[in-house]
Structures are given as structure tokens and as C-alpha cells.
């Protein structure tokens, strides 16, 4: 596998039954990569570890005052040179290639994993969650508490929101140190070889020292083993600081308006100053850890070239053996602490990667509730649109609205009309075909729910418009149903180089834009799909009066001879549909058009005129002869619009 | 062919129109020596235990070089007792300092990366309200979460590890030059090689990187969003675009990944025959000179041995060079924040009464396109005024600049006849505070987010102030009562209860003019109405400009401007207005039928 073919057309169905088994499945895929980069290893590593045998070898030359074998030992090194840098160059391109190919499968797996759970994955993960995730807060999911939110009105799906975060901290955090063990176990074979082949050759070449050696060399191996764990943790702690003082810098700075308008900077400021100051002690304190490790490193090697040179002087008195003999030894020491540092990194490659690779195995191991493949062969149903459960009746190609005192409920229905919702219960039936047995494509396609948030995925304009559609209506035409008009001048003004709206960007969420310009953009969107039935779920709660009524009568225009269920308690789009129906309970409690409802459903009046029970009861009185009278005044209307 | 070209799209290429300013190279340069300057002792002591650690490294080799020598001489007193003695002690020596060099790095990169962290923080709590609302809050995010994150590794690591490896090729380069003389040239043959290939590779390095790292973060930006838009992405059906657009920023990434290693793949031969030619050149030169009796063996050894350990602080400078490189752009951005001119005002100017007075205001954001315009208004103190309209006629507009967070380009804003953009911000706002959609409720503990509001007020003033908009009774539940951790991470709340929360830090506020902008448009019908009647409360006696988008609202003010296209149109009470038949009348008949 080269760089330049990724992605892979299928990155394959992984071992996900446990974090080691997923580790072993990646590597067993890019076996030919490992062997390559073990190769190259060898290669570098061997003329590497064979340079000592050179300077010894001109050293006793020179002593022996032989120019040529001088020279021999000039050419030998421009030998090793060349094996040195072609074996560090490929050995390095190897690794880098089975590092970024491990990396890029996991995060298509992860893809895949994320587009198919959809829905089931989560309502909303917070947004300084998100941040604090992608700027490498190793966050443990399953640490209590401070991981887990907790949610003071509802039960909402909690564990699923929880392995929302999981997917994106996999991706963030995770998915790096995964390919580094994956990489890190041919190059540290290779090096392990080496370091075999070079004392079993110091050995042969000079028994005596050479064994000095052998058995000195796997004692500084393994020597740190013992301090890294420490260690480790220590940088986590580090690492878990650094993660909570971020998060406090950039909620400072995401709620500054509120700070600058009411005050508490310094409250704030004093804060972040302890967490910061926090996190250097922590990351001192984990620097003393390693600066003991170097000190180490620097000591174990030298005591053995100490005693390398003691009793190599030694042999060389009493002329055992030669003075280019004893400078390859001391050489061959001094370099092979290069490969011995391949022990550590494989230790701490694993020891970090290891909770990496259990969670990318546990979140790829996550699976839909409902089965979406259906029960029923994939059609696109057409007719009324009914829900036994409440009784709700939207017919074909009428607009429909309802009014719902509880927005929960509300919620909960509107992801019931669009079939395979998240709670049990009988199906919605479209055109009398329950939408639950239907695959789930097929009923998505039939049905299109806009819920309470929807989400303005980051793009440019016309990429956020291009989702799969009837092709019937022009995105111009959506844009003006939804009075875009003031949107598109913001996002062309906020943009670099944007003469058209349609290229100018829309970031993350839409966060440049206000509430209403959000929800404007999210309904053009959905009118642009052109779904047989539309279901909105309070598209203008954030739209102001004047805007909101030009948008009931653009959406009524457009989505004529559809069928469109808009929930809502605004009277400027109550008062444009077709029917109007008051669910109270879980049941329809009323139908009817606006005006009739609220002069005769005081229940109704509650909700949408926001005016409490008692506030009703006294007017009512009023109502019957102000209902008279508007009465009176709409026949007028209707007269005069007759007669013109 | 040989060799890769970078790829044309550009991942670390700015999408967003940078909001807030980049610091000038000048800027940045006065920041570091600033920054240097303050750490100076910390800075000498790095550089101080940093020699000795590389002098006591030199001795090994200079006393093999010895005893080389010696043997080769066939000198029967070695002395080996003694050299031995003398090389632990040596050993002990650098081990220790090394040791030192570690740490004292390790704490000199961190108090210069909590500096860096705490400066940014103190200057952006400072930015002017106008600038803040002008620029969003985005660019400053993605600074103080990125760029910081970015700068960590610089300050953490490279600075030190670039002054230990600098200084540590100078030594033993010195040490060479002292203990074989004539050796040193040889190190030198190498030097035009590394020049050349360092030039080169450093030339591309720099931006490569940046947009490798940009482009790999885009790979966890689209699953985090297809993550986060998992309702509509599955409504839409976009579950196979979501794929598709990670595997094109995949492929995007690991195009730019391809091109860095190219560049490694040009550098690393380069640095491996640079080191070979040292080595060899010492080698072959000195043989040379040994046999022409110019030098003894042990100095060749003693100069074979150094040239080899001149790998370590080599490569140690390359490693961290081109991340330092990195850090300069996200430096500058950094440092960017502090050409802003926080307006200091003139804290002589107090208001004397509570009138609020537009006079002829004129208001552009861009050069040229006014959104306000002769715009007159006289606010009483203790009326509610509502500004209806349609979205973009510029009521928001007005509203912040009665709220002091912008200057009129023309006319003037008055408060108790003192101009309020002439004020400093925090006089402003202990008389007017204006309240938006943005109820942020920050990590921490429910008292620190009232507290904030009034940093001195007891637990028995917070109770008060969440008793006065009703959110007492959930409160009081709480499980750590005040002490109970909300926002990101901790207690979510809902919406509603966000905004009962800022209600009550107005409370604690207490100005006594109040500007709301949409205060409860993003919540549901049932919350609104209940926190209606809370705001009414917090609203009593004060004199209150309102935003008004819900036209009940508009209905229980005493006053009603309708601004359409950046004038008012119809300014008077609801019945003038309705009894006038305007725009406003057509709207009011619709709504309530």
C-alpha cells in the first residue's frame, strides 16, 4: 500500500472484539509494509552498529603506520555511509507508510461507523466538549464522572451521547498513537536484531570485552523499563491539566460578551491563572521524571564503557588484544544506546496505545437499535400521513400544523412521523404502509423531519444546499420561501474571497450565524429536498414576527400539493395552514383552522397566545363578543377581496 | 520523476476572513525579547549547567584518547586507577547535569508557555465590547485552543532543546578544537552539504507541515460533525456523502503527508552523509596526520570519538527547527490580539440622571453603507421601549448602540447627558447591561457564574437573586447546592434554566437601564412564558429597551418603534399604532387574529 492510494476503496471489517485483537488485525493487514520496513531497519541499523568496527579498524592501522589499510578503512566507511542513509531514508518512509495507512483505515472505519448509527448516536454533544477533544484532551470515557454529563431534565440518551464523544475522541486522540504501536513493532524487531547480531559478533571478534558487553547491554535495556510507567502516568496527569485548562480558556472566551457586559474578568482571569499554573507544576513535575530517565541513560552506558575501557586497557597491557580492538568496543558502545532506545519506545508505544485501541474497539463494535434494513421490499409510499398512537391525520398534499403545549412531546411525535424512531410503539402509516417496516433509506426518502435543531453542516453554501432532492425545487426558490435574503448577505460578507453566496463559507455549526439566520438556511434546505411529506418542528422559534409571516406564506406557496406538518404555537403560521390540530396528553384534542380554534378551544388559546389559564378564563367573556365582531369583519374582508 | 510536488489544495489556507489582527513581524519580535527578558535567569542557568553537562560528556573520550596513546607507546605505568576514577567522577558529573538540563528546559519552556497562555487570556478579557461583537468570538477561540495547543510543543520543547543542541555542537566543536588542533578543519569539509540541504528542506519545511497538521485536523473536524449532525445526516440521507467527504479529506491529509515525507526523504540522506563525511574526514585526515607525526593516536581517537558524538546535537537541531517554525505564524496570531487598542475612555465622564437620548445617530460597520440612519429617539427613564422590525432593518443595531458597545460614526448616544461610547466599558456597564440570545454558562460552580456579576455578594444575595427568578426551586435541590458544577463537563442545564441564570446575574448587576436583544427567542413557548414573568419581575422600575421579535412583547411596552431599513417608521404606544394602521397594525391583526 503506497501513500498516494489512499483511501482504501474498503478499509475492510476489523476484529473489533477487543483492543489487542484489533491492534493484531491492523497489522496483519499491512504485512508487506512490516516487512519492508523490518528490512530496511536491518539495513540501517547493521551500518549503523558496524561504523565502530570501522573507526577501531583505522585507529590500529594508524598505530600500525599502514597507509593503505587506512585507506581500506576510508572506503569501508563510504560504504557504511551509503547503508546508513539509503537503509535511515527507506526505513523511515517505510514506517511513516504503515504509520499513515493504519491511521487512515481506523479513521475510515470510524466514518463508516459514525454515517451508519446516524441518528442513534446523539443529540447534542456539547460544544466545549468537542473542543476540548479535538485539541487533545485525553479524556477516559469510562472515568466517572467528570467524562459522563449528566442532565438535569431528562434521561435522554445518555450512553449514547456518551459514545458520540467516544467516536470523536478516537478519532482525535486515539487513532495517532494506535498507528505508532502498529508502525513501531517491525522497526523495534529490527533493532532487536541488531542488537542480538551485534553481541554475538562483539563476542566472536573479541570474546573477552565482547561478553562484557552482552551482558551489559540487555541490563541498560531494560534498566528505565521499571520508571516508565511512572512516567506515563505522570504525563497523563500532565496532559488531563493542560485538557482542563484549555477547556476553561475557551469557555472564557466563548461566554467573553456576557464577561465584558456584566463583568467577573478578573474572577475568571484568577481562575485560569491556577489552572495554567496547574498545569506547568503538573508538567514539571512529570519533566522530573524524564530528566531522571536521561540521567539514567547517560550513567547505565557510561559505568559500562567504564568498565569496558578498564579492562580493556587491561587486555591491551598485557597485549591480549589491540588498541583498534579496544576503540571499536568503547565505539560500538556508545553508538548501540541508539537502537536500545527502540525498548523504551515499543514499551511506551504499548502502554499508550493499548486504552486507545480499546476504545476505537468498543466504539466500532456499537450497533443501530432498529434494524434498518426493514421487513418490507424498499418503496416510497404516497398518500395521507396517520399516527395511530395520537390519532394525528396530516392528508396528502395539505398543509398541516400542530399545536402541542409540551415541546418534549412535540419532539417525540415528530420523530415518530418519520418512522423508526428511538421509542417503541405502533408505526405511522403513510399511504396505510407502516414507515417502520420500510427500510430505513426508503422511509427517510418518503418522510423528511426536520427536528428542533437542526444542524448546518460546514461547507460552502452550495455544498450545504446540494443534499439528495427531488430536483424540483431550485434552490433560489427555497432561499426566497425561507427570506434568506439578509443571510446570504452576511455569509458573503464574512467570507475571504466570496463574490457569489453560494461559495461563501458557512462554519462548524453555523456558529457565525444568529439563531434565526440558522434556522432560515436549515428550512431552504429541507424545502430544497422536497420530500413527499415534510414534518418541521418549530422552524422559526428564532425568526422575528415580521420575517416569520413572510416565511408561512413563501413555505405554503412552495410546498404546494405536498403534504407538510409543521409544529408550532406561532399564529403567523398557524394562521396560514390548511388545519390546524391541538394534541393535548398524547391525543388530538381539537381540529379545526386557526381563527375558528382560537375563539372556541380555550385549551388552544393557552397555548398560542401564551396567556395563562386564568388570564383565558377572564377574557373569554370578552371573546364571544370580539369573536362576533371579527367575524362580522372577516366576511367584509372576504367581500372586498371577492369584489376586486 | 523524482520528487513530489505540494499538493494545490491547502488545508491550512484561511477560510474565514481573519476577524481580529495578525501581529506584525515587529510585534512578534518585541513579544520574544520580552518574553526572553523576563525569564533571563532562568535562561542563564539553562545555559550555564548545560556546558557543564557537555564538558564532563567530553572527558570519556579525551581520556581513551589518553590511554590510547599511552598503549600504543607501550608505556608501562598506566595509571588506570586513577583514569578510571576520574572517568565516574566525569560520569556522575554529566549524568547529573544532564539530568539538570532536562529539568531546568523543562521549566523555563513551561513558565514561558503559561505566560504566553495567561497574556492572551488577560488581553482578550480586555478587548473593547464593539470589537468583540464586531469579530465573534470564533477567531479568538480557535486561537486560544489552537494556536496555543500549537505552541505548547515550541515552548515546551523546542526552545530548549534548540538551545541545548546549539549550544552543545558549539562545545564540542570547541572541545575539539583545543584537544586536536588540527582535526577541526576536517568537521568543517561537511558544512556547505548541510548548509545546502538544510536551505532547502527549511524553505518548504515550514508551510508543509502546517498544512499537513491543518489537513489532519480537518479529518477529525468532518467525523466530529458527522458525529455531532448525526439526526440530520441521517433525515437528509447524507450518511454516504458524510463517508465520502472523510475519505476525500483523508486523502487530501495523507497528499500533503506524501509531500513532508518527500522533503524528509531529500534531508535525511543529506544529514546521514554529512555525519559519515565528518566521521570519515576526522578519520582519514587525522590517519594522515598521524602518520605524517603531526598529531599522536590519542588525539585521533579523542577527535574520531567527539566527531561522533556531534550526531546527537545535530540532529537535535533539526528535529525541533521547522516546529519552531510553526509556532512563529501561530505566535503572530497570537501576539495579534495585543495591537488591539483597548479604548481606554474618559473615566471623568459620569451620567447625571438616567435619560436615554439618540440624537440624528448614523451607524455603518463598512465604509460607506449606513445600516442606521438620522436615527432620534428619547427614552424616559422607567418606560419600555420595543424595537419591531424586519430582520436586517438594523434594530439590533440600535440596540447595541444604545447599549455604549458602538460608537455613532455620526450624532450622538447619550445616557444622563454623558456620550456613552466616550465612557469606558466598565462604567457603561454598571448602568446599562445588554442581554442577548447568548446565555453561556461557563465551567465552574453555580456561585462562580453568578459571582461574576458582583464579586463581593454573599451566598445569601445569590439565593436571593436566583429566588427572584424563580430558579431558587431547582437550585435548592442540587445536590452541592452553589457549589455544584455546570457548564461543559459538569450539571447541564437546560436552556431555560441558562437563561433564569442570566437573569439573575442581572439582578446581582443591578443596572438600571437594560437592553434586551431577543433575550428568549431561542426557547421553547412553555419556557418563554414562564421566564416572561420572571424577566418582568428582574424588569420592574428599570428603564428597558427591547428588541422585540415575539409581538406580545411589543404589545405590554409603553413605547413601540418600528425600524424598517435602518430609520423608525412608526414610533408610539400599541393602541397609537394600531389606530394609525401601519405596518405594525397589519402585523399585530395577523398574529392575533
Same mark, same amino acid.
Given at each position: ?43 540501517? +541499523? ?29 572506503? &569501508? ?28 483505515? !481506523? ?114 535495556? &531494560? ?84 568498565? %569496558?575501557?578498564?579492562? $580493556? ?19 560500538? #558502545? ?68 400542530? @399545536? ?105 455549526? =453555523? ?96 397555548? %398560542? ?36 | ?11 491550512? /489556507? ?13 510585534? %512578534?519580535?518585541?513579544? #520574544? ?12 542557568? &539553562? ?39 576520574? +572517568? ?25 508557555? /503559561? ?6 487570556? #488577560? ?46 555542537? =558549539? ?25 545546502? $540541504? ?34 440530520? %445526516? ?33 534531508? +535525511? ?20 596526520? @598521524? ?69 440624528? #445617530? ?50 450622538? !448616544?447619550?445616557?444622563?447627558? /454623558? ?28 456561585? *462562580? ?90 424588569? *420592574? ?53
Amino acid at each position: 500500500m503506497q501513500i498516494q492510494d489512499l483511501p482504501y476503496s474498503d478499509p475492510g471489517v476489523p476484529d473489533a472484539r477487543s483492543g489487542p485483537r484489533f491492534l493484531w488485525w491492523l497489522g496483519r493487514n499491512q504485512l508487506g509494509g512490516q516487512t519492508k520496513s523490518l528490512a530496511w531497519g536491518l539495513l540501517h +541499523f547493521m551500518s549503523v552498529s558496524a561504523q565502530p568496527f570501522c573507526v577501531g579498524f583505522a585507529v590500529q592501522a594508524v598505530v600500525d603506520r599502514s597507509g593503505t589499510r587506512l585507506a581500506l578503512a576510508g572506503a &569501508l566507511m563510504a560504504l557504511l555511509g551509503a547503508g546508513i542513509a539509503i537503509g535511515d531514508t527507506f526505513l523511515h518512509r517505510a514506517a511513516v507508510t504503515n504509520w499513515i495507512t493504519a491511521a487512515a483505515r !481506523v479513521q475510515q472505519l470510524l466514518a463508516r461507523k459514525a454515517a451508519q448509527l446516524g441518528s442513534a448516536l446523539t443529540r447534542r454533544v456539547a460544544a466545549g466538549e468537542v473542543v476540548a477533544v479535538s485539541t487533545g484532551e485525553d479524556e477516559q470515557p469510562d472515568k466517572p464522572a467528570k467524562g459522563k454529563r449528566k442532565r438535569a431534565d431528562s434521561g435522554d440518551t445518555a450512553e449514547m451521547r456518551l459514545s458520540a464523544g467516544a467516536i470523536t475522541m478516537v478519532s482525535t486522540g486515539d487513532v495517532e498513537k494506535i498507528g505508532w504501536f502498529v508502525e513501531a513493532v517491525s522497526r523495534f524487531t529490527a533493532a532487536a536484531l541488531t542488537i542480538v547480531l551485534v553481541c554475538v559478533g562483539l563476542a566472536v571478534y573479541q570474546p573477552a570485552l565482547g561478553l562484557v558487553v552482552a551482558v551489559g547491554l540487555p541490563a541498560l535495556a &531494560l534498566a528505565v523499563l521499571p520508571l516508565l510507567p511512572r512516567a506515563t502516568r505522570r504525563a497523563d496527569f500532565q496532559r488531563e491539566k493542560a485538557g482542563y485548562a484549555t477547556e476553561l480558556a475557551s469557555d472564557t472566551v466563548a461566554g467573553l460578551r456576557v464577561l465584558r457586559g456584566i463583568g467577573g474578568e478578573e474572577l475568571f482571569l484568577d481562575r485560569y491563572r491556577r489552572a495554567s499554573q496547574e498545569v506547568r507544576r503538573a508538567a514539571v513535575h512529570s519533566a522530573r521524571m524524564w530528566s531522571l530517565i536521561s540521567a539514567i541513560q547517560v550513567l547505565l552506558p557510561g559505568l559500562l564503557l567504564v568498565a %569496558v575501557v578498564w579492562y $580493556g586497557v587491561h587486555l591491551a597491557g598485557e597485549g591480549r588484544i589491540t588498541v583498534g580492538e579496544l576503540v571499536t568496543v568503547y565505539s560500538s #558502545v556508545m553508538v548501540l544506546t541508539y537502537p536500545l532506545r527502540h525498548f523504551e519506545e515499543i514499551a511506551m508505544a504499548y502502554s499508550f496505545s493499548r486504552p486507545s485501541a480499546q476504545r476505537a474497539a468498543r466504539v466500532l463494535s456499537l450497533e443501530r437499535a432498529t434494524d434498518a434494513d426493514g421487513s418490507r421490499p424498499a418503496e416510497t409510499p404516497a398518500g395521507d400521513l396517520y399516527d395511530p398512537a395520537t390519532g394525528l391525520l396530516a392528508p396528502a398534499g395539505r398543509l398541516t400544523a400542530v @399545536v402541542c403545549g409540551d415541546p418534549d412531546a412535540a419532539g417525540r411525535l415528530a420523530e415518530r412521523l418519520g418512522g423508526h424512531p428511538t421509542e417503541d410503539g405502533p408505526s405511522v402509516l403513510l399511504g396505510g404502509v407502516p414507515l417502520d417496516e420500510l427500510p430505513l433509506d426508503s422511509a427517510r426518502s418518503a418522510v423528511l423531519v426536520q427536528d428542533k435543531d437542526p444542524v448546518l453542516l460546514s461547507g460552502t453554501l452550495r455544498e450545504l444546499l446540494d443534499v439528495p432532492a427531488s430536483g424540483d425545487v431550485a434552490a433560489p426558490d427555497a432561499l426566497g420561501a425561507a427570506q434568506c435574503g439578509d443571510v446570504l448577505d452576511a455569509l458573503v460578507q464574512g467570507s475571504v474571497d466570496a463574490e457569489d453566496p453560494m461559495d461563501a463559507r458557512i462554519t462548524e455549526r =453555523g456558529r457565525s450565524l444568529s439563531g434565526g439566520q440558522r434556522q432560515r438556511l436549515a428550512l431552504a434546505r429541507s424545502l430544497i429536498t422536497d420530500p413527499h411529506v415534510l414534518v418541521l418542528d418549530e422552524p422559526t422559534s428564532a425568526v422575528d414576527s415580521h420575517t416569520e409571516a413572510r416565511i408561512a406564506t413563501g413555505v405554503r406557496e412552495l410546498r404546494a400539493g405536498r403534504t407538510t406538518v409543521v409544529f408550532t404555537s406561532s399564529p403567523l403560521l398557524l394562521d396560514r395552514a390548511d388545519r390546524v390540530v391541538l394534541v393535548h396528553e398524547g391525543e388530538v384534542a381539537a381540529v379545526g383552522v386557526h381563527r375558528e380554534l382560537l375563539h372556541e378551544d380555550r385549551r388552544y388559546r393557552a397555548v %398560542v397566545t401564551r396567556e395563562t389559564e386564568e388570564e383565558v378564563a377572564l377574557r373569554d367573556e370578552d371573546v364571544a363578543i370580539d369573536g362576533v365582531l371579527k367575524e362580522l369583519e372577516e366576511k367584509e374582508l372576504e367581500e372586498i377581496e371577492e369584489t376586486a | 520523476m523524482i520528487g513530489v510536488a505540494p499538493p494545490a489544495y491547502d488545508p491550512a /489556507a484561511p477560510t474565514t476572513a481573519n476577524t481580529l489582527p495578525v501581529g506584525a513581524p515587529s510585534t %512578534v519580535r518585541a513579544y #520574544v525579547r520580552e518574553l526572553l527578558q523576563r525569564h533571563r535567569r532562568a535562561f542563564v542557568l &539553562l545555559v550555564a549547567v548545560n556546558t557543564a553537562a557537555t564538558v564532563a560528556s567530553m572527558v570519556g573520550p579525551w581520556l581513551l584518547g589518553d590511554l590510547v596513546e599511552r598503549v600504543s607507546d607501550g608505556a608501562h605505568e598506566l595509571h588506570l586507577g586513577f583514569t578510571v576514577t576520574v +572517568f565516574v567522577l566525569a560520569l556522575v558529573v554529566q549524568a547529573a547535569f544532564v539530568r539538570q538540563v532536562r529539568l531546568r528546559g523543562a521549566m523555563l519552556g513551561e513558565r514561558m508557555l /503559561a505566560d504566553l497562555r495567561e497574556d492572551f487570556l #488577560v488581553r482578550s478579557v480586555r478587548l473593547p465590547p464593539g470589537v468583540l461583537e464586531r469579530a465573534g468570538t470564533g477567531d479568538l477561540l480557535s486561537r486560544i485552543t489552537t494556536d496555543i495547543d500549537r505552541l505548547a510543543n515550541a515552548m515546551r520543547e523546542a526552545v530548549p532543546q534548540l538551545t541545548i543542541g546549539v549550544m552543545w555542537a =558549539g562545545l564540542l566543536l570547541g572541545g575539539l578544537v583545543v584537544m586536536a588542533p588540527p582535526l577541526a578543519p576536517a568537521v568543517l569539509v561537511a558544512v556547505p552539504l548541510l548548509v545546502a $540541504g538544510c536551505r532547502w528542506y527549511f524553505k518548504r519545511a515550514g508551510a508543509g507541515y502546517r498544512s499537513e497538521a491543518a489537513g489532519y485536523a480537518a479529518v477529525a473536524a468532518a467525523l466530529a460533525e458527522t458525529v455531532d449532525a448525526g439526526r440530520t %445526516v441521517e433525515a437528509h440521507r447524507l450518511g454516504d456523502r458524510r463517508v465520502e467527504l472523510s475519505e476525500l479529506r483523508i486523502r487530501q491529509w495523507t497528499a500533503w503527508e506524501r509531500y513532508t515525507l518527500w522533503l524528509r526523504s531529500v534531508l +535525511f540522506p543529506v544529514i546521514n552523509v554529512v555525519h559519515v563525511t565528518v566521521l570519515g574526514s576526522v578519520l582519514m585526515l587525522g590517519g594522515v596526520f @598521524v602518520l605524517q607525526g603531526w598529531i599522536g593516536v590519542g588525539q585521533l581517537t579523542t577527535g574520531a570519538l567527539l566527531a561522533q558524538m556531534l550526531v546527537d546535537p545535530v540532529n537535535l537541531i533539526l528535529r525541533w527547527y521547522d516546529e519552531l517554525q510553526v509556532a512563529q505564524v501561530s505566535l503572530a496570531r497570537l501576539v495579534g490580539v495585543r495591537d488591539i487598542e483597548p479604548d481606554a475612555g474618559d473615566a471623568t465622564l459620569t451620567p447625571e440622571g438616567r435619560e436615554v437620548l439618540a440624537e440624528r #445617530v448614523h451607524f455603518g460597520y463598512r465604509e460607506g453603507v449606513d445600516v442606521l440612519r438620522k436615527v432620534s429617539l428619547e427614552v424616559a427613564p422607567g418606560t419600555r421601549l420595543a424595537l419591531v422590525g424586519p430582520s436586517g432593518a438594523g434594530k439590533s443595531t440600535l440596540g447595541r448602540l444604545l447599549a455604549g458597545i458602538y460608537a455613532p460614526r455620526a450624532g450622538r !448616544v447619550a445616557l444622563g447627558g /454623558a456620550e456613552l461610547s466616550r465612557m469606558p466599558a466598565e462604567r457603561v456597564r454598571s448602568h446599562v447591561a445588554l442581554v442577548n440570545q447568548e446565555h453561556h454558562v461557563f465551567v465552574g460552580s453555580l456561585r *462562580d457564574n453568578l459571582r461574576l456579576a458582583c464579586g463581593d455578594a454573599e451566598d445569601a444575595e445569590l439565593w436571593a437573586a436566583l429566588g427572584a427568578v424563580d430558579a431558587d426551586e431547582w437550585a435548592r435541590v442540587l445536590d452541592d447546592g452553589l457549589d455544584t458544577d455546570v457548564g461543559s463537563g459538569g450539571l447541564a442545564l437546560t436552556p431555560a434554566q441558562a437563561q433564569q441564570i442570566a437573569l439573575a446575574r442581572l439582578v446581582l448587576a443591578d443596572p438600571h437601564t437594560l437592553v434586551l436583544d431577543e433575550a428568549t427567542s431561542l426557547l421553547d413557548p412553555r419556557a418563554a412564558r414562564h421566564l416572561e414573568r420572571s424577566l418582568a419581575r428582574v424588569l *420592574d422600575g428599570r428603564t428597558v429597551v427591547a428588541i422585540a421579535h415575539r409581538l406580545h412583547t411589543a404589545h405590554d411596552a409603553d413605547v413601540i418603534a418600528v425600524v424598517e431599513n435602518g430609520r423608525i417608521t412608526e414610533l408610539g404606544s400599541h393602541d397609537d399604532l394600531v389606530a394609525a394602521d401601519g405596518a405594525y397594525a397589519a402585523l399585530w391583526r395577523s398574529w392575533h387574529g
